[in-house]
């Protein structure tokens, strides 16, 4: 074990952060199992966090048409069986295999600005804005750096902007521009760093505004469509979407006149499509 795991076990502000949690299971077997066959028997912790970082990017599909009310959408372990999910889900199954394999891992929210929203996705959503947006700290070395395993290489392909590397060594946030050099995203709030994925605040933002059953039970349908529609889209379509249906990607229309008084949309990040 490196020295630098073993300065982090020793200190009881970092333990708390290789600690199993109820979202970020860590002590899961098929979290542990996947941490295993990802980094075999690589000893340092910064080449380990490097491989898990693009087992995560690439392995699991980004999808922003999860059901955001469901509470396994920001698990792990659900994650990881699932084989696809959005930021917060991505981030909380990053964190977990960094904690399964003894780097120090916490999940952090920011909200951020999408400089390349299309029309279709304003109308949808009506802001180019998207709060609570997952990124991952970790502590391979002596120092905390940033990754956010967002955009699997595949999709950011189809879509013009260079996959988001990180080495483990250095943060490794958004990408803030394209492969054309135009502004792309970047980061206009902080909101912390957690132990675990705040779930519960999460949903209540999702629903908290959408006042009758009736009107939460429509939007959680409308995530469900979108998720059936994503299933049974072709292999081939980016993210499991075609690329002018990724612009667009977010509540849809009805959920958005359900969901009254939030002019940020909570938790969604879909590249803007050409």
């Known amino acids: 074990m490196s020295s630098s795991v073993v300065d982090a076990r020793s200190d009881s502000s970092l333990r708390l952060y290789l600690s199993p949690a109820e979202f970020i299971d860590s002590d899961h077997e098929r979290i542990r199992a996947k941490a295993g066959q990802t980094v075999g028997s690589v000893p340092d912790p910064v080449e380990r966090a490097s491989l898990l970082y693009r087992a995560v990017r690439d392995g699991i599909r ?3 048409y999860v059901d955001y009310t469901d509470p396994e959408t920001y ?3 659900s994650v990881l069986a699932k084989g696809h999910g959005y930021c917060v889900g991505k981030a909380s199954l990053y964190v977990a295999l960094c904690r399964a394999n003894g780097i120090p891992a916490r999940i952090g929210l920011a909200d951020v600005k ?4 299309t029309p279709r996705l304003l109308e949808a959503v009506g802001t180019d804005v998207f709060a609570y947006h997952g990124y991952v ?6 120092e905390w750096v940033k990754a956010t395993p967002t955009f699997n290489a595949s999709l950011c392909e189809r879509l013009g902007v260079p996959p988001l590397e990180f080495t483990g060594e250095s943060d490794a946030l958004l990408q803030p521009f394209d492969a054309q050099g135009r502004e792309f995203m970047s980061y206009i709030a902080q909101h912390g760093t957690f132990f675990d994925v705040p779930a519960k605040f999460l949903i209540g933002e ?3 505004s959408i006042r009758s059953s009736a009107g939460r039970a429509a939007c959680a349908a409308t995530w469900k469509r979108k998720a059936r529609r994503a299933e049974r889209q072709p292999q081939g379509c980016a993210s499991g ?12 229309r009805r959920a958005v006149r359900l969901v009254r008084r ?4 909570v938790g969604l990040i879909a590249p803007g499509g050409r």
């Not at 999408?114 to 929203?117: F, S, T």
């Not at 939030?262 to 949309?265: E, K, M, N, S």
């Open 262 to 265: 939030r002019p940020i949309a």
């Open 62 to 64: 980004y999808d922003p």
């Open 206 to 208: 999702m629903v908290g």
């Open 114 to 117: 999408n400089h390349l929203a």
């Open 241 to 252: 979407f075609p690329v002018d249906d990724m612009a667009g990607a977010g509540i849809g």
């Open 137 to 142: 700290e970790i502590m391979p070395g002596r």
């Open 75 to 77: 698990r792990a372990s």
